[in-house]
């Protein structure tokens, strides 16, 4: 059950990452205002309210205050990593690096212990990460888009550990509301910066198509974010992390198609070589997922 509740939020993740990288392109060149309204969006979490939302204890609320603001934070740092380099290259440099600090970081804070082959499984999930964020590009591009990225994994890893501490002290609609308030809270935090705030309450010129297309990416980010954490309070946080190797292999099939129908669209490189190193490491995340699961 977890395994395919997963599989379905991080086929959504892939969606939404296609119109994060466009928007974060063309339309809003500035992350924390793209990070701003996610978190603003987070505030729909309440509408679980009456099935469940409760006071929590200090000890849990620094848990929920600490994850929530792990998360806004990640997610800065992967825009700001998107705004200068491929989403290809990007965001599997994150999914490859936050199961590693996810593992460090459970097996600190939730003495989570894995069996030898799913530790090997783990371990050929990353490479095949890895490898897809692999090849060339700008230099300078290349090196603070990866910076970017490492800090957004560290985050990323921190906040995945947390929440899954949550939901062992609280249900999982009193977590997920905690986590949501305090992730908007993170969010309200990004308008202490004035260019943040100018930026963030300027009124576009053209709005229309560009807040579709962002209310739809942004639901599709919303039911992964949903359906993750649901698998995460259902199985080891370390697993469900390191499954994100099938966003990857649903990201690299959009992106094809979307490079034979629109190529300048997003202006990634698939073609040669790096289309076939690419393949390879889809083949090596699969390799990894059957190994988990046999």
Known sequence: ?????????????????????????????????????????????????????????????????????SFTFALLFLFKGLSVNETTRIT??????????????????????????????LVIIIVGTIL???????????????????????????????????????????????????????????????????DILRRPEKSGKTGLLFLGGQISGALSFILVNYA???ASVTLVNALQGLQYVFLLFLILILAKRRPHLLEEKMKGRVLWQKIAAVGLIVAGLVFLVL
Not at 46 to 56: Q, S
Not at 109 to 114: H, S
């Open 1 to 69: 059950m977890w395994l395919v509740v997963t599989a379905i939020g991080y086929f959504l993740n892939a969606v939404a990452a296609v119109v994060d990288k466009f928007l974060i392109a063309k339309k809003i060149p500035n992350p924390a205002v793209y990070t701003f309204y996610i978190t603003l969006l987070s505030l729909v979490g309440l509408v679980l309210a009456p099935w469940g939302f409760a006071p929590i204890s200090p000890v849990n609320f620094l848990w929920v205050l600490t994850a929530g603001l």
């Open 92 to 121: 599997p440099f994150i999914g490859g690096l936050s199961p590693v600090f996810v593992f460090f970081f459970s097996f600190w804070l939730l003495a989570e212990r894995l069996a030898s082959r799913q530790i090997i499984a």
């Open 132 to 198: 897809i964020s692999y090849g060339k590009s700008s230099r300078q591009n290349a090196r603070r888009g990866f910076f970017y990225a490492f800090v957004s994994a560290l985050l990323f890893g921190l906040s995945y550990t947390l929440t899954k501490q949550v939901y062992n002290e609280l249900n999982f609609i009193n977590g997920f509301i905690w986590l949501r308030l305090t992730t908007f809270l993170g969010g309200m935090l990004l308008l202490l910066n004035s260019a943040n705030r100018r």
């Open 232 to 234: 995460i309070s259902l």
